[in-house]
């Protein structure tokens, strides 16, 4: 559901004290073609102006968000690594907490921005799953991590939304991003990665049957959303597979100081 601020609010089973948001391209003040929630300081844009963005977003959660250097990888931020590396640059595409009121923040424009949290609400996590990413391990990795910080949770109690990303019809790739899923299950892969016709090697892949399938493989059973395509709705979402030049829109969760 699109709020009045123009937000999405994630419509998943999430116990009450956790709160998540995902911005949308509008309610900002960049101008075109990062019009005008632009979220991004290395998409291109004026850096004034995209502070002046994550300021807008800033005045509605309750601490400022982790903000990551996202590089396409598995590295996992974390309560105990960020102390470490205080007042530095993270380069991560994921991060956990259980800390209220640390807020994470996932940065995107067509890749999928994965949102986890116990059921008990005492532990949640964001990661960035681009196909890279999602081949390479980053939703596992992510989920270690809040084991890590939970100990006894188990994956079964891990529940899942999937934000907005390049859908099912509009996400070409070729033989390179099929191998790279070469271990997943050939049933999968079949379903996943659907032939473009008349274009020998050419494929539409769904990232979010991949993820579901990564998901499940691991033992999560209550995942949501995957519905939303950001290359077909010009209107809300930042696409960089339609536009090249674009912003990024951000995924967001944390644990309420109060329940």
């Not at 999937?162 to 050939?186: H, K, N, R, T």
């Not at 032939?195 to 993820?211: E, H, N, R």
Request: proline fraction near 5%.
């Amino acid at each position: 559901m699109i709020n009045a601020i123009n937000w999405i609010e994630p419509d998943w089973n999430k116990p009450q004290r956790i709160k998540t948001l995902c911005t949308t391209r509008k309610g900002g003040i960049s101008r075109h073609p990062f019009n005008s929630l632009n979220l991004g300081l290395n998409a291109g844009d004026d850096p004034s102006v995209v502070i002046q963005n994550r300021s807008i977003v800033r005045s509605n959660l309750p601490t400022e968000p982790i903000w990551l250097k996202q590089v396409h990888g598995v590295a996992v931020s974390t309560p105990v690594t960020r102390v470490s590396s205080a007042g530095k640059v993270i380069e991560a595409d994921a991060s956990v907490s259980n800390i209220p009121n640390e807020v994470l923040i996932i940065l995107t424009a067509d890749c999928m921005p994965v949102l986890f949290t116990s059921r008990n609400g005492d532990v949640v996590g964001a990661a960035h799953a681009g196909w890279r990413g999602l081949s390479s391990g980053v939703l596992e990795n992510t989920i270690q991590e809040m084991c890590n910080l939970s100990p006894g949770l188990m994956t079964k109690d891990i529940l899942v939304w999937m934000g907005p990303a390049i859908g099912p019809s509009a996400f070409e790739v070729g033989e390179d991003v099929l191998q790279a899923f070469a271990g997943y299950a050939q049933s999968t892969l079949s379903r996943a990665f659907r032939p473009i016709v008349g274009s020998p090697g050419k494929y539409f892949v769904d990232l979010y049957l991949l993820a579901r399938d990564r998901l499940q493989t691991l033992g999560i059973e209550e995942i949501t959303g995957g519905g939303l395509c950001t290359f077909t709705d010009q209107e809300n979402f930042f696409s960089y597979r339609r536009d090249g030049i674009t912003g990024r829109f951000a995924s967001l969760i944390w644990i309420a100081a109060d329940r």
